[in-house]
């Protein structure tokens, strides 16, 4: 038998007491107890691994991405992506971010943004049909989105990948200027 033993019994005596004494100070004591009293208990804890083993993370993650991929199309929530690694929502949050450096739901607008961008550069569909075929039917919210992520207008993006550069033969350069004065 340990010689601290009794400190648990201990420690909730001492709360009691400084539950009655009502002083200025006794609220911050009664948290000081539990802390030890917690501490105490932690200390004898036998140790347990709640982290995956990192080859599993990785297939995890790698059948999430596979999802995103697929379905980014319609509305996918966090708790969908969660359901698929058997996480709850904040810890499968967590765990994405540690590994992507951003949340499911910006990964999955980062997705369509992408998308977006190519069929905005490669067909004549019009927004609306864009927004529906890559899972932002709100043409408002799209816009706002895409020009969120690019800094540009989806209709300013669409012309300006319109415009073909022209061949590097055809510029013309313009002779510097010297200033003799300076030399």
Known sequence: M???DGLPADLFKEMLRLQRADTLSSSLHVNACLLRLIGYFLDRSEP???QLAHAETSDLLRAVLTY???HFQRNITVQELADLTHMHPNSFIRLFKKHFGTTPIQYVNRKRIDSVK???TSTDLTLSEIGERTGIPDTSYLSKLFKSATGLSPT???LLASREPAPRAARKKKPSKVDDTTM
């Open 156 to 158: 300013h993006y669409k």
């Open 48 to 50: 347990i691994d709640i």
């Open 2 to 4: 340990r010689e601290d």
């Open 68 to 70: 995103i991929d697929d």
């Open 118 to 120: 190519r069929l905005l």
